[in-house]
T-cell receptor
Framework: DVKVTQSSRYLVKRTGEKVFLECVQD?????MFWYRQDPGLGLRLIYF???????EKGDIPEGYSVSREKKERFSLILESASTNQTSMYLC????????????????FGSGTRLTVV | GIQVEQSPPDLILQEGANSTLRCNFS?????LQWFHQNPWGQLINLFY???GTKQNGRLSATTVATERYSLLYISSSQTTDSGVYFC????????????FGDGTTLTVKP
């Protein structure tokens, strides 16, 4: 019954590497999000997408890019990984706002704990 | 941007006790969610509750949008309720982007 799948649970990368974090959802949701979670800083939005090939910057987009070529897949790219990008990365998806009694709540993946050494 | 404050920051309960967690927000919102993050990091959506009251088993939530707060009630707590509870709100203009509070860390002791 897995609905949002993140490709890796744990990842260790070297400084300067290009890193791809993949997220796939099977609920036909329009919205997809990438958050990072750090102790004392809570959950912060990196990027989100409300449709295929559409993307918008969140609160902390610097050092990241995203790709959404298909509705079900949203990729987060660290162009040149740095140690300050060591964090828990969380992907989520949700329905876009429509009229009617829909549940627009987020469904999160299980997270990717990335360590950059 | 909108400010989201959760209280208390930490809560320790004995198994079987009841508790109330609070979420205050600084501006009008179009959407409010409650999440539970378990010790393994998985975030589970508990309620999507922009207004009114909802119940799901031992958990219930009430949002009073006009007064800019929401409450999460946990009754007859169990050790599996331990974890961090987050409130997240969305302004209508953010088109699906939510702002999270800092969370309440709940520890339920056997």
């Amino acid at each position: 019954d897995v609905k949002v799948t993140q490709s890796s649970r744990y990842l260790v990368k070297r400084t300067g590497e290009k890193v791809f974090l993949e997220c796939v959802q099977d609920m036909d949701h329009e919205n997809m999000f990438w958050y990072r979670q750090d102790p004392g800083l809570g959950l912060r939005l990196i990027y989100f997408s409300y449709d295929v090939k559409m993307k918008e910057k969140g609160d902390i987009p610097e050092g990241y890019s995203v790709s959404r070529e298909k509705k079900e897949r949203f990729s987060l790219i660290l162009e040149s990984a740095s140690t300050n990008q060591t964090s828990m990365y969380l992907c989520a998806s949700s329905l876009r706002r429509l009229r009617g009694e829909f549940n627009y709540g987020y469904t999160f993946g299980s997270g990717t704990r990335l360590t950059v050494v | 941007g909108i400010q989201v404050e959760q209280s208390p920051p930490d809560l320790i309960l004995q198994e079987g006790a009841n508790s109330t967690l609070r979420c205050n927000f600084s501006d009008s919102v179009n959407n409010l969610q409650w999440f539970h993050q378990n010790p393994w990091g998985q975030l589970i959506n508990l309620f999507y509750i922009p207004s009114g009251t909802k119940q799901n088993g031992r958990l219930s939530a009430t949002t009073v949008a006009t007064e800019r707060y929401s409450l999460l009630y946990i009754s007859s707590s169990q050790t599996t309720d331990s974890g961090v509870y987050f409130c997240a709100v969305e302004r209508y203009t953010n088109a699906g982007k939510s702002t999270f509070g800092d969370g309440t860390t709940l520890t339920v002791k056997p």
